[in-house]
């Protein structure tokens, strides 16, 4: 065990900390940062995805150890201070891009990734960023409608719902 | 227009907030003082003899507080099977012991054979890699008709084969079925399998269990669907734990789908272990482990065979089946493929005979339950594949063909052959909007389209029924059911006027806090935000039986309906009290009690305070307080139905499947909140798609599971499926129930399947491969490929 020490969310941290330890664990276990959810155990379903020097990154490929003194994001870090939700974070809410909200920090994570990179994408672009993220119980529909709506384009061509 | 927050508003949801800023609580993220952690030694084979479990040097290893096997275990009760299905002989099904850990034998790739509990889970782990576990290995059963041969091996040696039950429905009208089929003009079959599938929520399970010697209570904080049924099977059948001595909590859950609503092993052993211990003991499933310990579903082998005569009205259905149920019975799996499939085999038409033969069949592989439809999935599917292949056969319109055979409007209420009275439902009505839709019209131009791409396009149709808010109790206790199917609401009024609706349904993903509070909001008139809904945690709920089968609105609401009922008729009392009028006379408006043609009125929080406060109340002749009740328990099921319609497009040198389009038009009745039902029917569709695509559970012939993970249990992700159009408009009424819902969580499970296979086929017809009828599920490209080449 050693101690560990980065910047999350704006803030230094440090924790104790395995060579075996995830980036994943150290948030959960370590510091008590449980928006950032587990999945799966083969990288697959996204749930645990985190900005790490402001690219995305699926927190259970990495050691806590390999990303010391980084600064990471994690969905905690993602609403303003007073709680008044990102844009992109608004936009899950109004198109109702999220159910039982379990995969939700890791696909807004990704996607605002997305944004970043490529502030106007396509449907096609949307879902091809999102293929790492797995969803049980949206079909993706409102998710990627929330993506498209959060970067400023028109989603009336994507179904009825929720207007 | 509906009010901001009352029904039929697509109001947004509460619980976002919550999710979108990581605040959800879920079970993993909680963690007890002194919590122990728990992993479980499972078997690596299928089948086999337990000669010795040597723990000795295990127990020696860092951080490890005691390990336990079925020794620990010999005075619990085996994990309860919630139905008992009686056979065609009038005999209860076979119902073997289902212990908490492996006693004796290991009948499953998974099933857990010894508990290790240590102060990390990582030295849990550690120490499992020490325990030898002495097994004599046995053949293992894994293929349906091989466990139905004379000699086959026993998956249970007490019982007198793997057959668990036959099943025959309505087994007085069979012989009246077979001679409806020698004289038919017309008789089309299709031997189809229903693939198995895993639920897979992306939550996986977890449980922890506590105990607290000061009041000797016992918790346990669990990743299920209903809390109440796992603390009467769990209290009642394995530990003996009076339910007032035990506390069930189900916090934020990461979906269910069907594979949370049942009693499993992890959860009775660390109830059991924290107690034993006296510290907190937890358990987190991996998703591997979760593939090999969660309840699997559908595994149906069929023969569905329609008989029609020279103008082609179906004269009759007849439906074979081998159902695996896996190594043990899951909570309600004995009822799956029967009267949630048996049931069902009407669909939408009116044919006068329908007979169901089902064999429930011990396999050496994990238990198989209900999924998302469970049971429904599997008859609408036999249904829309051989009526599509009846209209090819016989060269007609499959439009044509369904609206033909179809129970007309005026027909309802409609008694089925099969047992169910419809009560409501306008097919016609649902077709017409889907294909409008779908631009139907123009199929074949973009056929036309796709072909100069070098693409096959094909359209599939599938018309459903299902069957929701399965009751009433006393009915399905004669059909078997060892629980009763009512729910209850509490509605708990505050002094100040706000509301606490307490609920024995759970929501894990349906959006209930916002929608129930709806319901409150629309009756009284007052606004949402001042309704909390509580649910989730038997301490503070009332015994309700929980969300599945696509009941929670239909059955739930309606009871919260109910109570909401009796505060208002308490509260207008109160409120001609203080207003000196009759409380006949007074009348509620948008949370306003006014005597009637008068501008005389309380307000909802005057009302509520004199029932708190009650200085000027009649106390002589009403109590005070405003707080009621309700069970309710339905007359009949509820009857969603609707049309759905699938484009797809096929590369023909690959064989690859592209859903291009999907249409749904369905009839949910009333509808609550417009953008949750819509999102309900995203999610039902994509699994749907899942399972006729891409999803699959497969076991080899040794009984090892080869898809135990994502990689290779391929679920859809976002560029695997479409925009979907989706249209609620055909709505009609449920007529049994106060709000006229009929539910909406698993019509898109059910009805998509048959729809992408049959546009599989008709892409594949279309293009010249007219020897393709029929392909099992999942479409991978290889089969579909496959099939083309022939």
């Known amino acids: 065990m050693s101690r560990v020490s980065m910047v999350v969310n704006g803030r230094e941290v440090s924790a104790e900390a395995e060579g075996r330890t995830l980036l994943s664990a150290f948030l959960r276990e370590g510091l008590g940062l449980t928006g950032t959810h587990i999945g799966c155990d083969t990288g697959q379903c996204g749930a645990c995805v985190v900005h790490v020097n402001g690219e995305a990154v699926k927190s259970c490929n990495v050691l806590a150890m390999d990303v010391a003194g980084a600064k990471v994001t994690t969905i905690e870090g993602v609403a303003a201070p007073d709680g008044t939700l990102s844009t992109l974070q608004q936009a899950f809410q109004d198109h109702h891009g999220l159910q039982c909200g379990f995969c939700t920090p890791g696909m807004v994570m990704s996607a605002a990734a997305l944004l970043a990179e490529n502030p106007k994408p396509t449907e096609a672009e949307v879902r091809h960023h999102l293929e790492g993220n797995i969803c049980r119980c949206t079909g993706y529909h409102n998710i990627v409608k929330a993506v498209m709506a959060a970067s400023g384009q028109a989603v009336s061509s994507l179904g009825v719902a929720a207007e | ?790």
């Open chain 2, 1 to 790: 227009m509906p009010m901001d927050g009352g029904i039929g508003a697509s109001t947004k949801r509460r619980e976002d907030i919550r999710f979108l800023t990581g605040n959800g609580r879920y079970t993993d993220d909680i963690n007890l003082r002194g919590q122990a952690y728990v992993h479980f030694l499972r078997s690596d084979v299928a089948h086999g003899r337990i000669k010795g479990i040597d723990t000795n040097a295990a127990e020696a290893m860092p951080g490890v507080i005691r390990i336990f096997t079925s020794k620990d275990f010999e005075s619990a009760g085996g994990l309860p099977c919630g139905w008992q299905v009686t056979d065609l002989h009038g005999q209860p099904m076979q119902e073997p012991k289902h212990p908490v850990l492996a006693d004796g034998k290991v009948r499953h790739v998974g099933d857990p054979i010894c508990g290790v509990v240590a102060e990390t889970l990582e030295q849990a782990r550690d120490a499992a890699e020490a325990i030898v576990v002495d097994i004599e290995e046995l053949p293992p059963v894994v293929d349906m008709r091989a466990a139905l041969e004379d000699g086959s091996v026993k998956v249970h040696d007490d019982l007198t084969s793997n057959l668990c039950y036959e099943w025959g429905f309505v087994e007085e009208n069979r012989q009246a079925v077979n001679e409806a089929f020698e004289k038919a003009a017309h008789v089309v079959s299709c031997d189809l399998i229903n693939n198995r599938l895993c639920a897979n929520p992306m939550e996986a399970r977890v449980a922890i269990g506590d105990y607290d010697p000061w009041n000797e209570q016992h918790t346990l904080y669990t990743t299920s669907q209903n809390p109440h049924v796992i603390r009467l099977l769990m209290g009642a059948f394995v530990l003996g734990i009076p339910e007032h001595k035990l506390r069930v909590v189900a916090p934020d859950v990461g979906g269910g789908f069907g594979s949370k609503i049942y009693h499993y092993a992890e959860e009775a052993f660390c109830t059991y272990a924290a107690k034993v211990l006296r510290q907190p003991v937890k358990w987190t499933s991996t998703r591997s482990e979760a593939f090999l310990s969660d309840a699997h579903a559908r595994d149906h082998i069929s023969k569905i065979e329609l008989a029609l005569d020279v103008e082609h009205n179906f004269l009759a259905i007849r439906s074979t089946t081998l159902a695996n149920m896996g190594a043990y019975l899951s909570t309600f799996a004995p009822s799956i493929p029967t009267w949630l499939h048996g049931t069902l085999m009407a669909g939408p038409y009116k044919t006068p005979l329908v007979y169901v033969n089902v064999k429930a069949i011990f396999t050496n592989t994990v238990a198989v339950d209900a999924y998302r439809g469970a049971g429904r999935p599997e008859a609408t599917f036999q249904l829309e594949r051989v009526i599509d292949k009846a209209a090819r056969e016989l060269d007609v319109d499959p439009v044509e063909l369904r609206r033909k055979n179809f129970i007309k409007p005026d027909q309802f209420p409609y008694q089925t052959p099969v047992a169910l009275e419809y009560d409501s439902g306008n097919f016609h009505a649902t077709m017409d909007k889907m294909l409008e839709i779908a631009d139907y019209a123009n199929l074949d131009k973009r056929v036309e389209e796709s072909r100069k791409k070098g693409k096959l396009r094909g359209f599939g149709i599938s018309q459903y029924i299902e069957a929701c808010g399965i009751a009433p109790s006393n009915l399905v206790g004669q059909l078997g059911a060892r629980a009763g199917l009512y729910e209850t609401a509490t509605v708990r009024v505050n002094a100040t006027g706000s509301i606490s609706v307490l609920t024995g349904c759970h929501s894990h993903g349906q959006g209930h806090e916002t929608s129930f509070p709806q319901i409150v909001a629309d009756m009284i008139g007052i606004d949402a935000s001042q309704i909390d809904l509580v649910h989730g945690d038997t301490a503070n709920t009332p015994m309700g039986m929980g969300t599945y089968g696509s009941r929670s609105i239909a059955v739930g609401g309606s009871a919260l309906v109910k109570a909401t009922g009796k505060i208002i008729d308490k509260a207008r009392k109160i409120a001609a009290h203080l207003l000196e009028a009759a409380p006949e006379d007074i009348e509620l408006k948008d949370g306003k009690f006014s005597v009637a043609g008068t501008d005389r009125s309380v307000d909802w929080a005057e009302v509520t305070l004199a029932a708190y406060v009650p200085h000027n109340y009649p106390l002589e002749s009403m109590e005070p307080g405003l707080e009621e009740t309700a069970f309710y328990d339905p007359n009949n099921f509820t009857f969603p139905s609707g049309c759905y319609g699938c484009e797809v497009e096929v590369d023909p040198e690959t064989g690859k499947v592209e859903v291009v389009a999907f249409s749904a038009a369905d009839d949910f009745g009333v509808v609550i909140n417009p953008m949750i039902v819509e999102g309900q029917v995203h999610g039902g569709l994509a699994q749907g798609i899942g399972q006729a695509l891409t999803e699959s559970c497969v076991y080899d012939e040794n009984g090892q599971l080869l898809s135990g993970s994502f990689m290779d249990y391929t679920m859809p992700r976002a560029d695997d499926l479409p925009v979907f159009r989706i249209d609620n408009s055909c709505a009609t009424a449920c007529t049994h129930n106060p709000l006229g819902a009929k539910g909406c969580g698993e019509a898109g499970a059910i009805g998509s399947p048959p729809a992408v296979v049959n546009a599989v086929i008709d892409a594949l017809q279309r293009a010249g491969h007219s020897h393709v009828a029929h392909i099992d599920m999942p479409l991978t490209p290889a089969r579909v490929w496959s099939a083309m080449q022939k």
